[in-house]
């Protein structure tokens, strides 16, 4: 993505270079925040869109 | 440095301190220190306008590795306080040990079952069982022992010395990535230990030892090998190593899963494993192998960005003609659910209208589209019932892509699969089109919500239905106004104040109001609403065999070929339109189904065949309120003609 492109920037930590070993007892903030977001959200039916349709 | 904006319409609060009682004063230094994902304006708008850009699709997936993560980190925190729950077997954190000394030896081989697509429907569903969120029948020491089996997986993986026990369910366990094993169980919820020594691994329960296979599994790489079974000398049942089903064409190839074991395939409720036959593996194999040539040759851009997400298929078995059933859960990027395609075709619309439902599900890990409380209930034109905000934009995108879908293959397709290319075309963008006016000032979705809705509409605009043949448009109109109208037949209730004042307008020989007409009904979601597709099923058919719809005019129940419809309908569409009312006046006259949902809304179909527009359009767009003034009029002793009571209406409206 080029630097000077605007950008919109998620909530979602990136953990994709983090550890296993780190995530389970990394206290960023950044972590907090998403674990915050996911758990403010599991539980509505509004995000689960999982199920079975019929269509052509 | 461009400048940024927050995905979230609030900062969310900072939660408790995140790290388990096991492990206390272990947090690294220091907080904020990770970076975030992040989309470019650019390439947010692509995505709604429906640009398949393998680099964005990139970005979603790192973006799902993280949000797995985030999910398997919030599992660990509400599993700490749940003393006791991994009953018989070791500890979450001992188990999570397990998976730190694997990926400590290969992280690819971890990450491989870490981020295998169903790993997170586990991970998710039984993070809402602990919040309270979810029922299941398993005890709740079996599902967290699922982490057992991940980790346990990823050390066979590895090749790790270790021993862990995990849950054994009805018999069988279920390595991700490894395969299926079963045993000669006495108890539905039992033990099982995996051990492995130097590489060489056992599985031992129910007096039973199996060896895995060498991890043979799957790697998400192509040229998968085709795992043997092997056994111990006192195997108790053979180990079924994942299908995997492979196609190329073109320079562009998928490589998939065939994920028939995997105990949370099916999102929920668990499913048993059931490992497909020889003869089922083949048909997969063929009807991947054909329709995967035609989305490469008639598809190609969707082709690249189906083969850049998509990394198992759950197949169902085959549903009734044109009643393909299809699924994602946005737990699950990368996998699809699907019942066994009747054709190439099927196929193909298929994987783009899942890739559409796994890049939705992606961004709405990244950003608000909509509110998070909303309890709102809207009208979904490809469903039977009223579907909540989330949902329904989930549903806008996976049509906007068959709509495009069909926009492309209809300019190739020939013969009468040219005829129903365009009736799907026609029928996808209009009811699209319609939700998303229906949408147009709601206050539930965020700013991004309504750019990205912006951006599919602009997309949309720019596909002409014309120029088609005429009939495929005039049968895509019927279908939809008469879902709409059936939809609403079973979800509205009109308001008693106003059927009384229209039933004491007629007595009275006035016109009726329209304000009165147009009162806003309350919705009461039906559960038991069914046969919505039955006409829509009827139109495909008549498309592709008419000679066949036609045969069924005389013989016998043409419910027994399409589920949820009459004889009347039959009617309908081969062209007689006073037979097919006179059919559903016959049902509606019969005082057990005067009711009945299809036969008004068949009424108002054969109405407009027939010219008689008033009549139509009050049965199209308040056909719940004509029915209950019927009924109200009928009870006081003065039966109207339905028709002649809808004309009236109608003519109002």
């Known amino acids: 993505m080029p630097a000077n492109e605007s950008r919109i920037e998620s909530s979602l930590a990136d953990l994709t270079m983090t550890s296993l070993a780190d995530l389970r007892v990394s206290d960023d903030e950044r972590l907090r925040a998403a674990v915050t977001r996911l758990l403010d959200r599991v539980a509505s039916p509004n995000d689960q869109f999982g199920g079975y349709r019929r269509r052509r | 440095m461009a400048p940024k904006r927050s995905l979230s319409p609030r900062r969310p609060a900072l939660a408790e301190p995140l790290a388990s009682p096991s492990h206390p004063g272990l947090f690294l230094p220091g907080g904020g220190l990770l970076g975030v994902h992040e989309l470019s304006e650019a390439e947010f708008d692509e995505l709604a306008a429906g640009i398949d850009n393998i680099a964005v699709l990139r970005r979603l997936a790192a973006a799902e590795r993280s949000h797995r993560r985030v999910v398997l980190r919030a599992l660990l925190d509400e599993a700490a306080r749940h003393p006791g729950l991994t009953g018989p077997l070791a500890s979450m954190d001992d188990a999570w040990d397990l998976l730190v000394r694997a990926e400590a030896v290969d992280p690819v081989e971890v990450a491989a079952v870490v981020d295998y697509p169903l790993t997170g429907v586990w991970a998710t569903l039984l993070l809402r069982r602990l919040c309270g969120a979810r029922h299941e029948d398993a005890p709740l020491w079996v599902e967290a022992g699922g982490l057992h089996v991940l980790a346990a997986a990823a050390a066979v993986r590895v090749g790790l010395t270790f021993e862990l026990a995990v849950p054994i369910r009805h018999g069988t366990v279920v390595m991700p990535t490894l395969g299926l094993v079963r045993l000669p169980y006495r108890e539905p919820w039992e033990v099982a230990v995996v051990s492995a020594v130097d590489g060489e691994a056992r599985l031992s329960g129910c007096g039973s030892e199996v060896a895995p296979p060498p991890a043979a599994g ?89 083969a850049a997400t998509l990394r198992v298929l759950v197949p169902m078995a085959a549903s009734p003609r044109f009643l393909a059933r299809s699924a994602t859960s946005g737990d699950a990027f990368g996998a699809a659910l699907l019942s066994e395609p009747e054709d190439a075709t099927q196929l193909a619309v298929t994987l783009v209208h899942e890739l559409q439902h796994a890049k939705l599900g992606a961004l709405g890990h990244l950003a608000d589209l909509h509110g998070a409380d909303s309890d709102d209930l809207f009208y979904a034109p490809w469903r039977e019932d009223p579907r909540p905000l989330g949902p329904l934009l989930q549903g806008i995108f996976a049509f906007f892509g068959v709509a495009g879908f069909w926009q492309r293959q209809r300019k190739v397709a020939t013969g009468a699969e040219a005829g129903l290319a365009h009736f799907e075309f026609a029928l996808w963008r209009a009811s699209v089109d319609r939700v998303l006016t229906d949408l147009r000032d709601c206050a539930g979705l965020t700013a991004l919500g309504h750019r990205f809705l912006r951006g599919v509409a602009t997309t949309l605009d720019a596909w002409p239905t014309q120029p088609a043949p005429a009939e495929p448009l005039r049968l895509a109109h019927a279908v939809a106004t008469d879902h709409y109208a059936g939809w609403r037949l079973h979800h509205f209730r009109p308001d008693p104040m106003a059927v009384a004042a229209l039933a004491a307008a007629w007595n009275a020989g006035r016109a009726a109001s329209p304000g009165v007409a147009l009162a806003r009904p309350a919705l009461v979601s039906d559960l038991a609403v069914s046969g919505l597709e039955a006409r829509a099923v009827l139109v495909r058919h008549q498309l592709s065999d008419q000679a066949t719809v036609v045969g069924w005019r005389h013989a016998g129940d043409v419910n027994d070929w399409v589920h949820g419809a009459v004889q009347a309908d039959v009617d309908w569409i081969t062209g007689d339109p006073t037979a097919a009312i006179a059919g559903f ?50 009870a006081a002793g003065s039966a109207p003609g339905r028709l002649e009571l809808a004309r009236w209406l109608g003519f109002v409206l």
């Not at chain 2, 499913?271 to 991947?288: F, I, N, Q, S, T």
């Not at chain 2, 009945?596 to 308040?622: N, Q």
């Open chain 2, 218 to 306: 799957w790697t998400g790489q192509p040229d998968l090998p085709a795992a043997e079974a092997p056994f111990s000398a006192s195997t108790a049942g053979p180990w079924v190593p994942p299908s995997t089903i492979g196609s190329v064409h073109g320079d562009i190839r998928i490589d998939v899963v065939l994920d028939d074991i995997d105990p949370y395939r099916r999102i929920s409720p668990v499913a048993w494993p059931a490992p497909l036959g020889e003869a089922e593996l083949d048909r997969w194999r063929k009807v991947v192998e054909s329709g995967w040539a035609l989305l490469v040759r008639d598809h190609p851009v969707q082709a690249d960005a189906v």
């Open chain 2, 585 to 634: 006046e016959r049902v509606l006259t019969d005082v057990a189904s005067s009711s009945d949902a299809h036969a008004w809304s068949g009424l108002g179909l054969a109405a407009f065949d027939l010219g008689d527009l008033a009549a139509a359009r009050a049965l199209a767009h308040v056909p719940e309120m004509v029915r209950a003034l019927h009924r109200e009029l009928t």
